[in-house]
């Protein structure tokens, strides 16, 4: 239950009981009986610390602005005999993190990377959901598809699901921890849970199949970090972890590119793109589990509908027109059968196990 049904159920409950006292009446023609009045046990009505609940969606939002992001990935311990760490992954940019929505305990954040060299362009980046004390969370199951998992009550309390999409707003992973404020830093750290492979990994190698991951977001005062633990994991048989990996992406204010050129491009595209995530929405409240019918990278679907959005943007299809073909383009390449995890998994030619 969250913190506004929780509130409306105390507030119920304090109403029936000023309800049931007014209804006695001191001198009855015919005697009836007294009105049974609910007491109300104040130890059951639920506390809800509105100041850490406000502490929390600030620390979300300050992940807003305009930054420079470098991304900093490094294999640090080999876990299969013969495996030889790859070479650190370093890369960089410009990125604008604007909210699109806030309805209080939810807020969703988009990111849109701005690149290139005198001609610069913007990209549509990933997207943050963050729900405060959510019942589920959408979940990734390895081998492109996902399940929504039921958040028990117990483990929900004071906490917040985050929910990541890819560039073409289908899922990523999703996960649930508390912020908490420890020696002076805001940081939401939740348990380990699968993602997909990196784009940085799916376009260039074969040898393993999820990852397993610890995520944490911690806010600085120069901006704010994506810190990771990785385990890269071999999913043919039993999860094997192939080899451990430490990423940080930090965030750093920055006001020296044209953030415009970020803004300008949601401008253009938004209602476009709250189609698209519509059709998403749609596609996780239909089906418990569902997969993408793609094995490895999914460009068959991001493609064509970074393209539409491209469209939309250059003046060369309507929002309408744009929005219709995506979701056609998504309903096509969605399945509830999501079948074996053996079968959804992309063909390898050098997993660890050949080594």
């Known amino acids: 239950m969250n913190l506004f049904r929780r509130t409306a159920t105390a507030m119920a409950a304090l109403s029936t009981a000023a309800l049931l006292g007014a209804c006695a009446t001191t001198e009855p023609a015919i005697p009836v009986p007294a009105p049974i009045e609910t007491p109300v046990d104040a130890a059951a009505v639920p506390v809800i610390d509105t100041a850490k609940f406000e502490r929390d969606r600030e620390a979300i939002l300050a992940m807003t602005g305009d930054y420079k992001v470098t991304f900093d990935f490094t294999e640090t311990v080999s876990f299969v005999e013969g495996y030889e760490l790859k070479e650190p992954k370093l890369s960089g940019g410009y990125e604008v993190v604007r909210v699109i929505e806030d309805t209080g305990d939810f807020i969703s954040l988009q990111h849109i990377l701005v690149v290139g060299g005198d001609q610069k362009f913007p990209i549509k980046h990933w997207r943050q959901d963050w729900q405060y004390e959510p019942e589920s969370v959408l979940v990734f199951i390895g081998g492109n598809a996902w399940e929504t998992r039921e958040v028990p009550e117990g483990e929900r309390a004071g906490k917040w699901s985050q929910t990541v999409y890819q560039v073409d707003d289908s899922p990523r992973y999703g996960a649930v921890g508390a912020w908490d404020y420890k020696d002076g830093i805001s940081a939401w750290t939740p348990p380990q849970e699968w993602r997909p492979l990196p784009r940085r990994d799916m376009t260039t190698r074969d040898d393993y199949h999820a ?70 929405t749609g596609i996780e409240a239909e089906y418990p589990q569902f997969a993408i019918t793609i094995q490895g990278e999914t460009e068959e679907m991001y493609g064509p509908v970074l393209s539409l959005a491209g469209d939309v943007a250059g003046g060369l299809k309507t929002t309408e027109e744009a929005g219709a073909e995506a979701r056609t383009v998504i309903r096509e390449l969605v399945t509830p059968e999501i079948g074996e995890l053996a079968e959804r998994l992309r063909p390898t030619t050098t997993l660890a196990s050949t080594y």
């Open 211 to 280: 990852v397993d991951a610890v995520n944490r977001h911690v806010i600085t005062p120069f901006g704010w970090v994506h810190e990771q633990d990785n385990s890269k994991l071999i999913l043919d048989g039993e999860p094997q972890a192939l080899v451990r990996e430490v990423g940080i992406n930090t965030y750093r204010v920055d006001s020296e590119f044209d953030a415009s050129i970020a803004t300008d491009y949601m401008t253009a595209t938004s209602d476009f793109w709250a189609i698209v995530r519509d059709e998403w």
